[in-house]
């Protein structure tokens, strides 16, 4: 397994627990924390937002679902929304 380098911010005095934790163990601290975040993380079952529930919720009608998409392809990936935005408002007020 390849590693990389990670810098952390944390308080003095926990640098100091997880220093005496690690050697008391006999194991660096950047075993301590993989070991740490392997069994920690994807294991805790994230809560669904009340609001997320509720929008996933709502039945979108047939007539917005037969036009989802419609202009998918139509619209070149580079094109900036910002700028076109800036152009139409640039020649419609005379900017």
Known sequence: M??????LS???DIIAKAKKYAAA????????????????AGK????EDEFLKKVKAIKV????EK???????????DFDYD?????????K???
Do not use: N, R
């Not at 805790?44 to 809560?47: L, P, Q, R």
């Not at 700028?83 to 020649?91: H, S």
């Open 25 to 40: 163990h006999q194991v660096s601290i950047s075993k301590l924390f993989s070991d740490f975040i392997s069994k920690t």
């Open 44 to 47: 805790e079952e994230v809560e």
């Open 67 to 77: 036009i989802t998409g419609i202009l998918k392809g139509k619209v070149p990936d």
């Open 2 to 7: 390849a590693t990389s380098k990670l810098t």
């Open 10 to 12: 944390v308080d003095t």
């Open 93 to 95: 007020y005379g900017l």
């Open 83 to 91: 700028q076109a935005k800036y152009e139409y408002f640039k020649e």
């Open 61 to 64: 009608s047939p007539e917005i």
